[in-house]
């Protein structure tokens, strides 16, 4: 089956007889989710998408012809800058971010932490603006980067103020894989933290990311009045004083607030 692109090429995708579009489409998503992660070839990309390797294979080479992929001299496939462009076109005309940055960037001069504002996506969150501490210490985080919803302040604060149901599901896809030896990999206790979080307003990160980080955050909501996003302070554990979480936690709950409101929101 052929597909025009701009009416100037053709690329052909390899698709079952009675596969409609949308399931091409899900097939090259999955190849392109998992080469976010790494360079992969033909076999780990079929393993790890459950796809054929003429599948995988046809279809990277419809990638490739586009741009948006490359193999090296090994035979494993990356992809290209081409997609740092276009999410750097697209962060650039997204409102948000122009109402985020100002309020993240006050709140990092307020805690002298590292401030991160991530938005919900399925069962991640992504950073999408950051603003460093002004110690010279530096996070290792990026914009655009995946983490984790169960062992990140900003993924529990986003998770503990979505709908039960909504909640659950995503909780059914998660992989609660240990990262620290303070990291939550038991559903029943993560849900306990969750409803803590719902009566407090604020998740807190206590080294289950990665060791020797502390990390505050508070829930942004969209207009249906659930968490879309959050923000987060990110600093070394030694900056924190037990007595000061309560603190620091108000100012990332104003912060928070002030996000929505400026995105058109009223907290609930």
């Given at each position: 089956m052929y597909y025009s692109k701009m009416e100037r090429r053709s690329i052909q995708w390899n698709t079952d007889a009675g596969t409609d579009f949308?399931?091409?489409?899900?097939?090259?998503?999955?190849?392109?989710?998992?080469?976010?992660?790494?360079?992969?070839?033909?076999?780990?990309?079929?393993?790890?998408?459950?796809l054929s390797k003429s599948t995988v294979?046809?279809?990277?080479?419809?990638?490739?012809?586009?741009?948006?992929?490359?193999?090296?001299?090994?035979?494993?496939?990356?992809?290209?800058?081409?997609?740092?462009?276009?999410s750097q076109r697209f962060l650039a005309q997204v409102r948000d971010v122009e109402v985020v940055r100002p309020i993240i960037k006050e709140l990092s001069e307020e805690t002298q932490a590292t401030v991160h504002f991530g938005v919900l996506d399925r069962d991640c969150i992504v950073y999408v603006e950051k603003v460093d501490s002004p110690r010279p210490v530096r996070m290792a985080s990026y914009i655009g980067k995946r983490i984790p919803l169960h062992c990140t302040a900003l993924g529990k604060a986003a998770l503990a103020f979505l709908p039960p149901d909504e909640a659950s599901k995503i909780l059914d896809k998660c992989d609660m894989q240990?990262?620290?030896?303070?990291?939550?990999?038991?559903?029943?206790?993560?849900?306990?933290?969750?409803?803590?979080?719902?009566?407090?307003?604020?998740?807190?990160?206590?080294?289950?990311?990665?060791?020797?980080?502390?990390?505050?955050?508070?829930?942004v909501f969209g207009y249906e009045g659930v968490s879309i996003a959050a923000v987060s302070i990110s600093d070394l554990l030694f900056h924190y004083k037990d007595n000061d979480i309560a603190k620091k936690a108000e100012q990332v709950m104003k912060a928070a607030s002030r996000i929505s409101e400026g995105l058109g929101v009223r907290n609930p």
């Open positions: 949308m399931r091409v489409v899900d097939k090259i998503f999955a190849i392109i989710e998992e080469l976010s992660r790494g360079n992969l070839g033909v076999s780990e990309l079929s393993r790890l998408t459950g294979h046809n279809n990277l080479s419809g990638l490739v012809d586009l741009g948006y992929v490359s193999k090296d001299s090994r035979g494993r496939y990356q992809l290209t800058y081409r997609f740092v462009s276009l240990e990262r620290t030896s303070n990291t939550i990999t038991e559903r029943e206790e993560l849900v306990r933290q969750l409803e803590e979080i719902r009566k407090v307003g604020y998740a807190v990160d206590n080294e289950e990311n990665e060791e020797g980080i502390r990390c505050i955050a508070a829930p």
